[in-house]
């Protein structure tokens, strides 16, 4: 059967050579196996720095935050400073982390629904440029706190712009019945906004829109744009405060499986900036600061994942064929039912392909990494197994059911790989339980 890898999915600089292997940056799976063992999160650093840059040139003067949720690491921020991103931060941990390898606190955007007095009062100590709003009670919070250390800091109102964006319900986020943000057609964005224009304690620089994740099409990112610069309008016309910034979110969608065909991101960056344009022309407002938050479309497809197979069984429709890892390194598949791709990585086979079905090794029929594909017929133990486009909402959804120790990140460039995250171990896994 066919080994070809399909261009979109897989990190660019990894190939298939003579001998049947794949390689990343010139390293073999096998031997990247023998040193950091297996499962493994393998990044093409190469991959990941360019799509950083691309991402910059298309959204040229606009601000890229990179979505810190899709994957983290001290050493992910170091790279993202390096190629000039800013980052998305949703939660007191992803900001320590932030802060500790060395991102300036002013390009952070601080999100979450529900931002606790501590992690408010760490984004205020460290100075973070924008904390995103969601919540008529964080606005009291954030107020209350800000007054008592006699700072004004800088926020944008999320926006529930009320768009049924076409992805999975769990990852979309601008209809109206969900937890984000301040509904527009119901009244509260501009309850939010009319408040903390009329107490001054906040600095209200802007209005922010994340419609969901996986997104394909740019009509969704469009009409939000539109809708975010009439509300705009309706601000400076009630209120007299003409807003300076715009964060249209992020959710730029990648390809997991060879049908998925999202649009380019400069085509994507093009729409949106147009739509601002036009609709603030047509507003007679000036033209705002614009910012987006892509996660999954820079570190997604950038990353695979190394396993080894374990057991292959023949149940008469299908063959299961089992990994060394599954929904603690990959609950998507079970969380989403979303769809992946696998190929053998350490060889090629001439065997006729075989209905298969990928799983993992934990205690639920429903830990399945791949639901259906054909691997070929003599897909045996011992066979590395990778499975692309694992970069977003897997290692930074890992879990230890069953007490899995989650593991490494390695990143590999130039021919050398080396560890991002280390492996967990079974005293990592103790160091909490009392005796
Ligand atoms: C507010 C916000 N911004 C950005 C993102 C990143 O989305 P994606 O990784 O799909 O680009 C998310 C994802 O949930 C989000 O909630």
Not at 124 to 148: M, P
Not at 379 to 391: S, Y
Request: proline residues 5%; charged residues 25%.
């Amino acid at each position: 059967m066919s080994d070809s890898l399909e261009p979109l999915i897989w990190p660019r600089n990894v190939t298939r050579e003579a001998d049947g292997a794949l390689r990343v940056n010139g390293v073999a799976v096998g031997a990247l196996a023998a040193e950091f063992g297996t499962p493994v999160f393998v990044l093409d650093e190469d991959d990941f720095r360019a799509r950083c840059r691309e991402f910059r040139a298309a959204f040229d003067g606009m601000d890229v935050y990179y979505a810190g949720k899709a994957f983290l690491s001290m050493a992910i921020v170091r790279m993202i400073v390096e190629e000039g991103l800013r980052l998305d931060v949703c939660t007191g941990g992803e900001l320590a982390t932030a802060l500790l390898a060395g991102m300036p606190a002013e390009d952070i955007g601080f999100h979450g629904n529900n931002k606790s007095v501590a992690e408010l009062q760490a984004a205020l100590d460290a100075g973070v440029g924008r904390i995103i709003v969601d919540s008529h009670d964080e606005i009291a919070r954030l107020t209350r706190l800000a007054s008592a250390a006699g700072l004004r800091p800088k926020v944008l109102v999320r926006v529930t712009v009320g768009i049924e964006a076409h992805t999975h319900e769990y990852i979309a986020t601008a209809h109206e019945d969900q937890k984000f943000g301040f509904s527009l057609a119901g009244g509260d964005a501009m309850r939010a906004i009319a408040g903390i224009l009329s107490d001054g304690a906040l600095d209200l620089v802007g209005l922010h829109s994340h419609i969901g994740s996986q997104i394909f099409e740019p009509g969704g990112f469009e009409v939000a744009a539109k809708r975010l610069v009439s509300m705009c309008a309706r601000v400076r016309s009630e209120q007299g405060t003409v807003l300076s910034e715009l964060n249209l979110g992020g959710g730029f969608g990648i390809a997991y499986v060879a049908s998925d065909d999202p649009a380019p991101t400069d085509q994507l960056a093009c729409g949106m900036r147009k739509i601002v344009e036009q609709e603030c022309e047509l507003a007679g407002l000036p033209l705002p600061r614009i910012a987006v938050e892509p996660g999954r479309a820079i570190v997604g497809p950038a990353m695979f994942t190394l396993y080894e197979v374990g057991t292959v069984k023949d149940v008469g429709i299908r063959t299961y064929v089992s990994v060394d890892g599954g929904m603690s390194d990959n609950i998507r598949p079970a969380l989403y039912g979303a769809a992946y791709t696998a190929v053998l990585a350490g060889r090629t086979s001439t065997a006729p392909g075989a209905p298969t079905r990928v799983v993992g090794r934990h205690c639920e029929s429903g830990d399945i990494v791949v639901r259906d594909i054909e691997l070929p017929s003599d897909t045996a133990i011992g066979d590395l197994l990778a499975v692309p486009a694992t970069g977003a909402y897997c290692r930074s959804m890992a879990s230890n059911y069953n007490h899995q120790p989650r593991p490494p990140v390695i990143a590999v460039r130039d021919g050398a790989a080396r560890l991002l995250v280390r492996r967990e171990t079974f005293e990592d896994l103790l160091r909490l339980d009392e005796d």
